[in-house]
């Protein structure tokens, strides 16, 4: 098979396309042949040997695919050759085929193409986890998104927006905010045309009611005064590259709620809310009421300059390697 590979830690050009063994399949295992693969910033991450856990080379790199079941392992009774599934994985997804557990895999909605049910699962699943059960976002309620073109951000933009909430996109460029003016945003601010805490005051001189930060570095503080009294900011991640240091008294004074959001976490500690979530999201996506936004596509032999393309803050949305091409 082919398969993307990073042979050493570096930057996007140390991962090159090789012929590559099969993976076998053992028992409780599934083998998917990839069809398509999103691209995400952990993915630059661990190439760099940057990311909050490591993966000793050589691996392939990549988390998120859909494609079709080739083969099941003994005692693997939840899924069949033949079935359109998307999935998840530390690594791997970067191939023209993957091994991972059938607990990994959820099944693809007729209708639904195999690069948008690749770049689904993650961006949607922790945005609408984190409207849903983290925000409790209310209809009619304000809604900030930083870092509202990326993945997760676009992702919580448009769910935002389905919840029924007025949704305000932050983005660092004018193509980014039309995209999320696209889905949903209402309210759209360039943080680096100005200040970015005149610039919410300006829109919203009543405060909001939820940030939603994806991003943290130095669009955190602002952000967070701008809620209102008993106000919710939920860090989600910090594509910045730096974890904000919040002066706690704006806590104390604003009488907001500050929490965060990890899926293993969550998926540990709320598991009936994750069930739930997760059957009404598939319903959304579904009936197309919810598909993401796909910038951009390389072809797997560019995987190179599609990890380079989202390391450098270049992406829309997700990034998808047609693999099968």
Not at 219 to 229: D, K, T, V, Y
Request: net charge negative; hydrophobic share 50%.
């Amino acid at each position: 098979m082919r398969a993307a590979v990073c042979r050493s830690y570096g930057t996007p050009d140390v991962v090159v396309v090789e012929e590559l063994p099969a993976p076998d399949v053992n028992a409780g295992q599934v083998r998917v042949r990839v069809a398509a693969a999103a691209v995400n910033f952990p993915d630059v991450l661990l190439v760099a040997d940057k990311y909050q856990m490591s993966v000793p080379p050589p691996f392939v790199p990549g988390s998120e695919f859909a494609g079709v079941v080739e083969a099941v392992g003994n005692d693997v009774t939840a899924v069949s050759a033949g079935n359109r599934v998307f999935g998840t994985a530390l690594v791997g997804a970067f191939a023209e085929e993957i091994v991972v557990s059938p607990e990994a895999l959820t099944g693809i909605p007729d209708g639904v193409e195999d690069g948008a049910a690749a770049a689904f699962g993650v961006a949607h699943r922790t945005s609408f986890h984190v409207l849903r059960s983290v925000a409790r976002l209310q209809p009619g309620e304000e809604l900030v998104v930083l870092g509202a073109g990326g993945g997760v951000g676009l992702a919580a933009v448009q769910l935002g927006a389905l919840l029924g909430a007025s949704v305000t996109a932050v983005a660092s460029s004018a193509e980014k905010l039309e995209a999320a003016k696209a889905h949903g945003a209402t309210t759209l601010i360039d943080h680096r045309s100005g200040d970015l805490r005149n610039a919410l005051r300006e829109a919203h001189p009543d405060g909001v009611d939820v940030v939603v930060d994806p991003v943290g570095g130095d669009l955190a503080e602002p952000a967070l005064r701008s809620l209102r009294w008993g106000g919710r900011f939920v860090t989600v991640g910090y594509a910045s590259g730096t974890i904000p240091r919040i002066p706690l008294n704006l806590v104390m004074l604003k009488g907001v709620q500050i929490v965060g959001f990890q899926m293993l976490s969550f998926a540990t500690n709320a598991p009936d809310e994750l069930r739930s979530n997760e059957a009404e999201l598939m319903d959304l996506l579904a009936s197309g009421r919810v598909l993401p936004h796909i910038g951009q596509r390389f072809p797997l032999d560019d995987v190179a300059a599609a990890l380079q393309f989202v390391a450098d803050g270049r992406a829309i949305g997700k990034v998808v390697l047609d693999v099968s091409r």
